[in-house]
């Protein structure tokens, strides 16, 4: 009928109007606002929102007058019009107005998710609603949108299959989209969905399923060809660090093995350009490798740290069912145990100084940052638990990595032999890490970095028979800690000081417990040389702990009546040891050792003093407490009997 022709024509008309309008706004959007002055940074933005406002009021109203095939049509365009002004408030820090149009779009095709004119729309919605609530601290609300983002994409190709418009193509006059190209953008599309779920998982606790969706975003981008190779290379190294804690160290050594080939296909940047950009980016590029080292040394600590634990008992002594040397392997560990709890509660203070690089914040506690509670411990064998399993290593398998996995274990060692080589290849990405975080101008990164080194040692003497090899392995540990203490200004690196004093005292604690057993070990008396180094020991470490504790004094020089959070149980565990310390001195002369008996006694009982003070805090060091309870009762009845064996 003419009405209905006039209907057509006028339809015709105005969609092909939407379609200008629609192109004047992306080129507004796209090119235009990148030359917009600083003065007006969204100049162009809020040009390109007010003709998709006319294009949105214009569909609406068209709408009502339209036949019911072109009602869909419609309906699908004015969905997609509300996408992008999301998009144009959320770019021009407007999200509350972005979000109220994601809702629209999102409600606007709801009976439409598996058209394949408005799918790759719908997700796009969803994820970027996702991101919305994740922001706001609601990662609940956030998995939900987020997941339905996921079985919408399941679901359109279980059901449909064929490759959907991309963005832009249904506001488009002609389709410009090859169906290699629509799918390959649908499929970049859930990409984002699976990572922006790996982002919200961790916040609701579940971790394990964030590294699967870590992986399985890391993998599509891999077989896809789309990433940033410094960014995915960086990604799956910090992936590796979850695995290591989890225990998986197949996993782990295969996402470093991973990020380590693809970082080095990064060719270096050209020569200087004149806006700098070259320099910024060999800058980054030396970063994110010195980055990867370091998680390369993380594992071989870990792998080492664990290794030993493995071989260990509740009290640290070895399980002589898996080394027959026991007495050699446990003596330092238990000796120190205390000490060693607290340089590794210590190491977990923040730094404040300079940036730390993600998941190395310069704690090494044996269990650094586990994500969620280790699982069961390794066989005698030194397998891990994962080993059962080799079905669950998730592979890139586009990846050649047999030369970077075969140059160190995924199995826990148990001997000196089997650790060794760990250590060379964790010394070796100590060196590289070193190459860019020099100590001018990376402080932090520098101290973080010498800690790893030292704990490395600290781990292979574990498996070292010879006491005097162990003994020189400490005293590494000791010449690289001191040497960064007396390059570094305490006013200004408080904190790492505090780290490195307490950690050379441990260390010194360490090598004079090597010592005595080495002197008890044979059948003679010590000998003058043996009996001074014993006491040389014993004074270097009380000397570090108490600059350690003179560090916590006030503006008058007084220790604090009360101690902060941070470091209360650091304080006291430090006063308990030097204590222990004190009875460590070896003399004939009984006035000294009556003097050494007085000092040890004045420092358990300022350990029982404070806590009889402070009777909620006694629970955070039951075990010290009640050796110190012991031995100031004790102590006061052996100094008389040496007070009468003077007179």
Known sequence: SPLALAKMATYLQTQNEGFELYARARRLTEQDSRRDPETEPYKSKYAARELLLELSEALQGFLQDSQAEENIELTLQLGEVFYHL???????????????????????????????????????????????????????KALEILQEAEEVYKLYMHNVGQPPLQIHEILSPESFGTPKSRQAEFEKTHTLTLYYLAQTYPKLGQNQKSAS???????????????EPVDWATNCATLSQYYVTRDNFAQGRHCLASASTVIAQVPEPCEETEDGQAESARERLGRRRADIARC????????????????????????????????????????????NVEIDRMKQMELTEDGAVANSNGSHNDNKQKLEDPEKPAGADGRSHHHDDEKGLLRFESLELTSLEDQVTDRKVTTFDQARPVFIVGQKYVTAAK????????????????????????????????????????KRRVDMLQALLSHLNQQHYLLVCRQLMYEVAETYSEMLDLKVAIAESGDERPTVHAVKKINTLASQSI???QLFLDSLRNADKEMPKTFSEDTLRPALVAKFCVGRLYSKFLTSDPQVKLQNMSKSLDHYQYVVDYCASHPDITHLVQSELEICSEMSQLLPIQMEKVRLAIS
């Open 435 to 474: 190459e860019f975080y020099v100590l001018d101008g990376h402080v932090t990164d520098y101290v973080e970095i010498t800690q790893d080194w030292s704990q490395l040692f600290r781990a292979l003497s574990f498996f070292e028979q010879d006491f005097e090899r162990r003994c020189k392995m400490h």
């Open 86 to 140: 999301g998009l144009n408030h959320v770019d021009t820090e407007e999200t509350p107005t972005g979000e109220t149009y994601f809702s629209r779009c999102a409600e606007h095709l709801t009976g439409h998710k598996l058209d394949l004119r408005c799918v790759n729309t719908v997700i796009n919605c969803l994820n970027q609603l996702g991101i919305l609530w994740v922001s706001r601290s609601e990662p609940e």
């Open 543 to 545: 000397s570090h702990y």
């Open 213 to 227: 969706y870590c992986h399985l975003t890391l993998s599509r981008q891999l077989q896809s060809g789309h990433f």
């Open 296 to 339: 390369w040394l993380k594992y071989c600590l870990v792998l080492l740290q664990e290794s030993r634990q493995a071989l260990m008992d509740d009290i640290g002594e070895m399980d002589r069912t898996k080394q027959n040397q026991a007495e050699g392997g446990a003596v330092a560990d238990s000796n120190s145990s205390h000490d």
